[in-house]
């Protein structure tokens, strides 16, 4: 098939953890943001495909899947390799939004291209992928306190006053992917990368 065909079809994929109890974890800010994304385009969850639980839509004529892996964290290449395949979305065209400890919390950064930074599901679709020349957002939740180790604070809960002050980070996090839609990566990297 003709990647030109599928040129304008884009691949968002949120990483967090399945279940309940992980809901409201530092780690799933990807999910997160893909809830708000779905809720803004007026999308539902509601397919299985690949090891994701998928929303389907189109925004300014881009036909596009949000998808959360279903697979724990460090599995999340199986998932997001699967339906990149599947649906044979170029790889420019894949956005991946996860929680970054190295960032403060609020903060955004999108990038073209980069390492893992030691974040296992990011380690797991490089892996899978072969490659880590493909866009993705990071989202800062900040360096755990005193001598806490960093896998045991991405599995904390967000304490209220983070949520609060994460809820308006969420909706510039689906500006900066509306807008890498509408208008490409760089110019989602000059507004969004900037502030905050």
């Known amino acids: 098939m003709n990647t030109n065909e599928n040129a304008n079809l884009y691949l968002i994929a949120g990483l967090g953890n399945p279940g309940p109890e992980y809901r409201r ?3 799933n800010v990807g999910f997160m ?24 839509g189109e925004y300014q ?3 596009l899947i949000l998808a959360k892996p279903r ?6 290449g199986q998932a997001v390799g699967a339906l990149l395949r599947y649906y044979k979305v170029p790889l420019a065209n894949l956005m991946v939004a996860y929680d970054d400890v190295d960032l403060p919390l ?3 950064r999108l990038r073209p291209t980069g390492g893992s930074a030691g974040q296992k599901g990011m380690m797991s679709i490089i892996e899978r992928l072969g490659t880590q020349d493909f866009p993705r957002l990071r989202i800062g939740i900040g360096r755990p306190p005193g001598r806490m180790d960093a896998a045991d604070y991405v599995l904390q809960d967000f304490s209220a006053a983070e949520l609060e002050f994460l809820t308006p980070t969420l909706e510039r ?5 509306l807008t890498f839609l509408s208008e490409g990566l760089d110019a989602a990297m000059n507004k969004y990368n900037a502030n905050g």
């Open 25 to 27: 974890n530092r780690h």
């Open 33 to 56: 943001l893909l809830d708000r994304m779905a809720e803004r385009l007026g999308l539902n969850f509601s397919r299985f495909e690949s090891n994701a639980l998928i929303a389907k």
């Open 61 to 63: 004529s881009k036909r």
């Open 71 to 76: 697979t724990y964290m460090n599995l999340s």
């Open 106 to 108: 609020g903060t955004l």
């Open 173 to 177: 996090a689906v500006d900066a992917v």
